[in-house]
């Protein structure tokens, strides 16, 4: 069974960027669509985007153009950058796993509380 | 972008069945996955595929999809049902997925 675990500050000032890691273990990078899904305090989940594991990548487009995701296949690592961030970006940040655009997210991390400081 | 409906609420009292349905545009064409989610919790996958359940999940669970709605139900409610379940998926159009607004199941 695979693991992936989330990592990066708590606490990000606004204005400024949100990086987030994902380390997978138990299982190899490679063939999986890798994801980021957040939850704002107290409302729904919000697919934020993938990064298959030959690097293409998409997003919401309700983010814009804020975000990047990017993956380490040396290190079974993927990560999140979403720029520019404000209050409404504080929220639950997790990392999933899909096997194939169109699955479900089969694998998840515990998430990782992200507040943004005004 | 696609948009998937679901009811804010549903309350159900125990014993009893449990319909929460998720809305979109020729969502018959798509497949549908539902997730549960318990306060404090990662989100469980208990149905894929718009009907399969993963092992593990109860055969009190069991979804549906056709036309504009996808339907998660949920017989012989217990307490331990109380939740907030969400439908997902896959935009092909944008290749991106795309979840419901979630639905919180009450037991009364």
């Known amino acids: 069974q695979v693991q992936l675990q989330e990592s990066g500050p708590g606490l990000v000032k606004s204005s400024e960027t949100l990086s987030l890691t994902c380390t997978v273990s138990g299982g190899s990078i490679s063939i999986y669509y890798w994801n980021w899904i957040r939850q704002s305090p107290g409302k729904g989940l919000e697919w934020i985007g993938y990064?298959?594991?030959?690097?293409?990548?998409n997003h919401n487009p309700s983010l814009k153009s804020r975000v990047t995701v990017s993956v380490d296949t040396s290190k079974n690592q993927f990560s999140l950058e979403l720029r520019s961030v404000t209050v409404a970006d504080t929220a639950v940040y997790y990392c999933a796993r899909a096997p194939y655009g169109g699955a479900s997210f089969d694998d998840w991390g515990q998430g990782t509380l992200v507040t943004v400081s005004s | 972008s696609y948009v998937l409906t679901q009811p804010p609420s549903v309350s159900v009292a125990p014993g009893q069945t449990a319909t929460i349905s998720c809305g979109g545009n020729?969502?018959?064409?798509?497949?549908v996955h539902w997730y549960q989610q318990r306060p404090g919790r990662t989100p469980v996958l208990v149905v894929y595929d718009d009907s399969d359940r993963p092992s593990g999940i109860p055969e009190r669970f069991s979804g549906s999809n056709s036309g504009n709605t996808a339907t998660l139900a949920i017989s012989r409610v217990e307490a331990g049902d109380e939740a907030d379940y969400y439908c997902?998926?896959?935009?092909?159009?944008?290749?991106?997925?795309?979840f419901g607004g979630g639905t919180k199941l009450t037991v009364l």
């Open positions: 997902l998926v896959w935009d092909g159009n944008g290749d991106l997925w795309v």
């Open positions: 990064i298959f594991y030959t690097g293409s990548t």
């Open positions: 020729n969502l018959g064409d798509k497949t």
